[in-house]
Structure formats: C-alpha cells, structure tokens
C-alpha cells in the first residue's frame, strides 16, 4: 500500500502495478478550478476505461469525484446544508446484498463530515475535452447502482461492475428465493463508493466538527447538535463497511 499527494502531482509510474486505488476525503469541492482536481479526475476517468484489472475506491471527495469523473454526475452543495455527525444511512436492496453477513441490518450507522453532494458543468466540460482516444477500449457501461441514503443525501454511495448480479439478486425468481456466488458478486463488483467516513472514529469526529465549527462552516448549534449524536453509546458500523471493502478488493466473501 502507498500514498501518494496528488495535490503536489504525486501519481504512481505506473499504476498497473496496483490492484486498487483508493481517492480519500479532502477539504476542497470538486467543482474547485484547481488543475489537481481536473489531473485527478482524468487520471480516474482513465483508469476505469483502460485498466480493467484495477478496482477503484472513492471516500467522500473520492466517492464525488468518481461520481463525476467516470458517471459523469454533477457535483453540487447541498441545499439541505451539512452532514456533519454520524448518522444512519438506510441500506436499499442492493446496500442489503452488498452487506450480507456483516451485522448491519438495515442501516449503518456512519460517520460524516461534507457539505457537498453528488453535479459541476465546469468540470464536466473540460472533461469532456479529453481526447476520444483515450477512451478507446471502454470496459464498462457506467451505470452505478446506489446502495444507500440518508434524509440529507440521497447518495450516500454506489458500486459499479456488477450490475446483472445485483439486479437478478435484488429481483429474485418470484418464489422469495436467489441463489447466487457471493464471491462473484464482490468479483465482479469494479468500482465502490462511500459518502461517509468508514476511517474517521468518534474522537476524530469530535475535533473535526470543531474544526468545522472554529472555521465558520456551521453555527455552534449546528456543531452542538452533531456533537449530541457523536456522543452516543451506539457503536460505529466502520467495521461492517471495512468488511466489504476488503470483500471487493479480494473478490470473495
């Protein structure tokens, strides 16, 4: 495993020599006019298209970029305000599937720290800029299916690559019963996303909202109320989306 500062034009000499590639949060929008944003969000745009073998992984900013890199989706602030806290992110039937077997039930309880939601015509433009050939060899339709939501984000994160498996598993027979390879799923599954912090523990919550709140992002209410939901007993789910992170990385169950 090694990191790289993409700010600074840090990339791998070749980035075939990973199985993987995991964007992380940042403070800045995706829609900032830095080149680091745009060089990033054509390197991602073109490891999906020409690099099959590698999986890619986007946290937070990384899930928004990816969102609009390679799905082309805007990246917008959200008219609801901050999401700062953890909060439940409600699992639909693909989040269900794609969570089986780690304890999470209907939801996870997550940590999050963002303003912004995945749309930015700025971006998408000169995006759209690159040079057709470099998209020859396409490998995927890119058609992310969500997997869960909260009442502030309706995206709260997507996976790409097994589309078939998860709409026959989600579909089922018609007698309640799907019989499918888990290990194919997380085989197959390319790309995976998540608006919340599966890294970010209490204490580090704590001293991010307050950074939040020394800079002005929200009010002292808004922080107290996020500092009220941060100081529950009720336990993370950081472990259960671990799991399936390492599930999709290793395509097994």
Not at 36 to 64: E, S
Not at 160 to 189: H, M, N, P, W
Not at 211 to 239: K, M, Y
């Amino acid at each position: 495993m090694d990191a790289y500062a993409v700010r600074e034009g840090q990339y791998p000499v070749n980035v075939d020599d990973y199985n993987a590639v995991l964007l992380s949060g940042s403070g800045n929008s995706v829609y900032d006019e830095e080149d680091w944003i745009i060089n990033l969000g054509i390197y991602v745009q073109d490891i999906a298209a020409n690099h099959p073998l590698i999986k890619l992984f986007g946290i937070c900013f990384g899930h928004q970029l990816i969102s609009h890199a390679v799905y082309g989706q805007p990246v917008v602030p959200n008219p609801k305000g901050w999401e700062l806290g953890p909060f439940h992110v409600a699992l639909n039937a693909v989040g269900k599937v794609l969570f089986q077997g780690t304890d999470s039930g209907d939801s996870l309880f997550m940590e999050e720290v963002h303003h912004d939601i995945a749309f930015s015509s700025g971006l998408s433009a000169r995006l759209r800029d690159i040079p057709k050939s470099r998209n020859k060899g396409r490998t995927l339709q890119y058609k992310p299916l969500l997997w869960g939501h909260t009442n502030l984000t309706p995206d709260q994160g997507s996976v790409c690559g097994a589309q078939q498996v998860f709409q026959e598993i989600t579909a089922g027979d018609g007698s309640g019963r799907v019989t499918y390879e888990a290990a194919d799923l997380y085989a197959k599954t390319r790309i995976y996303t998540s608006q919340s912090h599966p890294e970010v523990t209490k204490a580090m919550e704590d001293e991010l909202i307050q950074e939040c709140q020394d800079s002005g992002g929200v009010s002292v209410a808004e922080a107290d109320l996020a500092r009220a939901r941060n100081s529950t007993d009720e336990p993370l789910d950081s472990n259960q989306m671990g799991t399936v992170i390492w599930r999709i990385l290793l395509g097994q169950k």
